[in-house]
């Protein structure tokens, strides 16, 4: 939802840029992939279709090939983008995206491959113009960055630290939506459930009642939940709020508390067992959906019996499963 979101910046800086869109590469003067980093497969997907672009680029030598996102925030990454693959022009990572207009004029007319990967986790830039994929429903960011560092994971090393938006800033961007006709809005988030823990002052609760007062708005949905924020105190009051949509995300990644504990999950079996019968307590019969990674190092054949066992008593609503995939510089690729 994340990279979907900053997808739709992209595009908004380009239309403001007198931009307009092709889905054929080969017409295209400009090309940006906006990459995700969290498995290798979408990695070497990247890497395949610049292959593609450089055979199109020796025809078209005015065509500019960018590369943006989680996946290029990684040093290494850069480093053989530009040794491989050295038609390429733009790079830029998570943290220089409102940047962008500049960076492509630069590489429009320095003529050589311009690169910002800087790391560091500065002010969030607001007002950055966005082209959206649908015009009755919309994906609002309310915070970035992720401080768990759970042993799997990169986005804390390509997204930062957590940085959370400014309540009012939220909610001027949600009533714009609203004055242009939406009717749904998704509060994403890389780790939404640490909204406002890096300023002290508002909380996730906050955020989704000053949403849910919103005239116009229609529904509310919410982007991937950590088990730990669903309390008694937190279902009893976003169950009184009618547009909240009773879908909820929550990450589980393992159903076996030895490797919830080797992922650096913040939770075991039992507590996250407790949210889904805290929100079914509140809710009739609500959409449960999670994440499972399956293959963690370490894990035996018992342990994923385990898993097995404990999503079939969940019993939830979808799943998305993937093996696990090794990311350099995470605790687990030296598992």
Same mark, same amino acid.
């Given at each position: 939802?994340q990279?979907?979101?900053?997808?739709?910046?992209?595009?908004?800086?380009?239309?403001?840029?007198?931009?307009d869109f092709?889905?054929?590469?080969?017409?295209?003067?400009?090309?940006?992939?906006?990459?995700?980093?969290?498995?290798?497969?979408?990695?070497?997907?990247?890497?395949?279709?610049?292959?593609?672009?450089?055979?199109?680029?020796?025809?078209?030598?005015?065509?500019?090939?960018?590369?943006?996102?989680?996946?290029?925030?990684?040093?290494?990454?850069?480093?053989?983008?530009?040794?491989v693959?050295?038609?390429?022009?733009?790079?830029?990572?998570?943290?220089?995206?409102y940047?962008?207009?500049?960076?492509?004029?630069?590489?429009?007319?320095?003529k050589?491959?311009?690169?910002d990967?800087?790391s560091?986790?500065?002010a969030?830039?607001?007002?950055?113009?966005?082209?959206?994929?649908?015009?009755?429903?919309?994906w609002?960011?309310?915070?970035?960055?992720?401080?768990?560092?759970?042993? !799997?994971?990169?986005?804390? *090393?390509?997204r &930062?630290?957590?940085r959370? $938006?400014?309540i009012? /800033?939220?909610?001027d961007?949600?009533?714009?939506l609203?004055?242009?006709?939406?009717?749904?809005?998704?509060?994403?988030?890389?780790?939404?459930?640490?909204?406002?823990?890096?300023t002290?002052?508002e909380?996730?609760?906050?955020?989704?009642?000053?949403?849910?007062?919103i005239?116009?708005?229609?529904?509310?949905?919410?982007?991937?939940?950590e088990?730990?924020?669903?309390?008694?105190?937190?279902?009893?009051?976003?169950?009184?709020?009618?547009?909240?949509c009773?879908?909820?995300?929550?990450?589980?990644?393992?159903?076996?508390?030895?490797?919830?504990k080797?992922?650096?999950?913040k !939770?075991?079996?039992?507590? *996250?067992?407790? &949210?889904?019968?805290?929100? $079914?307590?509140?809710y /009739?019969?609500?959409?449960?959906?999670?994440?499972?990674?399956?293959?963690?190092?370490?894990?035996?054949?018992?342990?994923?019996?385990?898993?097995?066992?404990?999503?079939e008593?969940?019993?939830?609503?979808?799943?998305?499963?993937?093996?696990?995939?090794?990311r350099?510089?995470?605790?687990?690729?030296?598992?």
């Amino acid at each position: 939802q994340q990279n979907e979101n900053d997808t739709e910046r992209i595009r908004g800086m380009l239309r403001q840029a007198g931009f307009d869109f092709t889905d054929d590469s080969n017409k295209a003067d400009v090309v940006i992939y906006n990459t995700c980093a969290v498995r290798e497969n979408a990695e070497q997907k990247v890497f395949g279709r610049l292959g593609i672009l450089k055979h199109i680029k020796e025809e078209r030598k005015d065509m500019v090939i960018g590369v943006c996102g989680c996946m290029v925030q990684q040093e290494h990454i850069t480093e053989k983008i530009k040794k491989v693959h050295e038609h390429v022009d733009l790079v830029f990572g998570t943290h220089a995206l409102y940047k962008m207009p500049e960076l492509l004029y630069r590489a429009i007319h320095e003529k050589k491959t311009v690169v910002d990967i800087d790391s560091s986790d500065g002010a969030i830039a607001e007002d950055i113009p966005i082209m959206r994929d649908d015009d009755k429903k919309a994906w609002v960011s309310v915070m970035y960055g992720c401080n768990n560092f759970c042993s !799997y994971c990169i986005i804390p *090393y390509t997204r &930062g630290r957590i940085r959370s $938006r400014a309540i009012e /800033d939220v909610v001027d961007e949600v009533r714009r939506l609203a004055d242009n006709g939406y009717k749904e809005v998704v509060l994403t988030g890389i780790h939404l459930s640490s909204y406002g823990r890096d300023t002290g002052k508002e909380t996730l609760l906050d955020v989704i009642e000053a949403v849910n007062s919103i005239d116009g708005i229609e529904r509310i949905r919410l982007g991937s939940l950590e088990p730990r924020i669903v309390t008694d105190e937190f279902v009893s009051r976003i169950s009184s709020m009618k547009k909240l949509c009773p879908h909820f995300h929550l990450s589980l990644q393992s159903g076996c508390d030895k490797t919830l504990k080797a992922m650096n999950r913040k !939770y075991d079996t039992a507590e *996250y067992l407790k &949210g889904c019968e805290i929100l $079914r307590k509140y809710y /009739d019969n609500p959409a449960i959906t999670t994440d499972v990674i399956v293959g963690f190092p370490g894990e035996t054949e018992e342990d994923f019996k385990i898993t097995k066992a404990f999503v079939e008593k969940v019993h939830f609503y979808e799943m998305h499963i993937f093996k696990y995939s090794r990311r350099k510089c995470t605790v687990a690729d030296t598992m």
